[in-house]
Nanobody, 116 residues
C-alpha cells in the first residue's frame, strides 16, 4: 500500500523558513521522481518543484526559484522541501506527489500559513 505522509507545516512570519518532509512507503522510493505541489484557497493545485530519482536533477516553478529547495534522502525514503524567504502568497496546503506510470499518488497535505 502506497503511503505519502507530509509534515512540517505551520504558521510562519513573512521572511521566515520552514522545512517540509514527506515520508514515503509502499513503493521503491529511490527509483522514481517525486514532486511537491501546493493548493491555495480558491485556486487550482500547482506544481512547486520536482526531483529526479537520484536527486541530481531538480526543477522549480518560477514563483519559488531561489527561495525553495527540493531534496531527498533515499536511505530514509523521505522527500524534503526547504522553504526560505516565505511570502504571504506561499500560504497553501502543500502536497507530496508520486507521479507513477499508473496513477498519481498524493499525501494528505500539510498547511503552510505565512502571516504576521
Amino acid at each position: 500500500q502506497v503511503r505519502l505522509v507530509e509534515s512540517g507545516g505551520g504558521l510562519v512570519q513573512p521572511g521566515g523558513s520552514l522545512r517540509l518532509s514527506c515520508a514515503a512507503s509502499g513503493f521503491t522510493f529511490g527509483t522514481t521522481a517525486m514532486r511537491w505541489y501546493r493548493q491555495a484557497p480558491g485556486k487550482e493545485r500547482e506544481l512547486v518543484a520536482s526531483i529526479s530519482s537520484g536527486g541530481g536533477t531538480t526543477m522549480y516553478a518560477d514563483f519559488v526559484k531561489g527561495r525553495f529547495t527540493i531534496s531527498r534522502d533515499n536511505t530514509k525514503n523521505t522527500l524534503y522541501l526547504q522553504m526560505n524567504s516565505l511570502k504571504p502568497d506561499d500560504t497553501a496546503v502543500y502536497y507530496c506527489n508520486w507521479p507513477s506510470i499508473w496513477r498519481a499518488y498524493w499525501g494528505q497535505g500539510t498547511q503552510v500559513t505565512v502571516s504576521s
